[in-house]
């Protein structure tokens, strides 16, 4: 008597060609983010002496006492992270946090080195070591990989919890180091600078992963819901729900708009509303992605 054998389904050459070409696309980019982050470390923010949380702050408030040069201690920082990443992050990830930390590294020791770094005002130094920092970490996150560190730790707290965002995370992670840095330094400026590169680190990051697909869902209660409904179709070209609702205190059956617009285009369907009915009930939330028809297709790249 045969038994039936369960076998996974092969992969054709044309699927290995199509995720070869995907894992070449995500290397390139995490090189091209890791090379980004190297040169706002190099030339803004250690020379600046803003040590911006996280292994890179631990590097700096180092290499500050003690000589050695940042990239080198970024690299040795990272080696038990790593470790703890491939436990929990898998190897497909960390391949890439290992491209992007030895990026990292060698561009902020050897490449960068003839750069000249910026010596002007220290609040710059922040935000253009913030812009970089997130520009960067962004490009690397976007092709699921990481650049090391906390990061890392970062990566594992929002794989559990996917509603928290990467920026949020970060900037939650880096208080004990922003003091450790202000106590090195001698400096409560120090401190402020440094919560001024993370702030807009954290922005630029939350603006590369929800950004251009931002959008808000609106939810209207309305006795005029049928005019609602024609006036949003008609005049914002945007598609509506309309969701059965009963009311808790009369019993009545309800018709409940649900609606998702642009950012750029809720504040019309609210004066849309408030034309139609006046006493119009609306529920008006963020909505971190918007996805789909009349939005940018859902595609996994």
Known sequence: MSKNKSSKPKQTKGDKSHSALKFTADVALVILGSAIYSFGLHSFIAPANIAPGGVTGIATIISSMTGMSVGTLYGLFNLPLIILGFVFLGKGMMVKTIVSVGVITIATDFVFVTIPVYEGEKILAALFGGVLFGSGIGLINMRSGTSG????????????????????????????????????????????????????SGRVIDALFYGGFEGKLLLVFSEKYEEITRKIIEEQHRGVTLLHGTGAFSGREKKVICCAARKNQYFKIKRLVAEADPKAFIVITNAGEVLGEGFRANVVL
């Not at 707290?157 to 970060?170: D, Q």
């Not at 208080?175 to 450790?180: F, L, N, T, Y």
């Open 149 to 200: 560190g906390i990061d890392i730790v970062n990566r594992i707290i929002h794989k559990k919890m996917p509603h928290l965002s990467l920026g949020k995370i970060g900037v939650a992670a880096d208080a004990v180091i922003i003091a450790a840095s202000m106590a090195v330094f001698r400096s409560v400026e120090a401190g402020l600078f440094a919560i001024i590169a993370i702030f807009v």
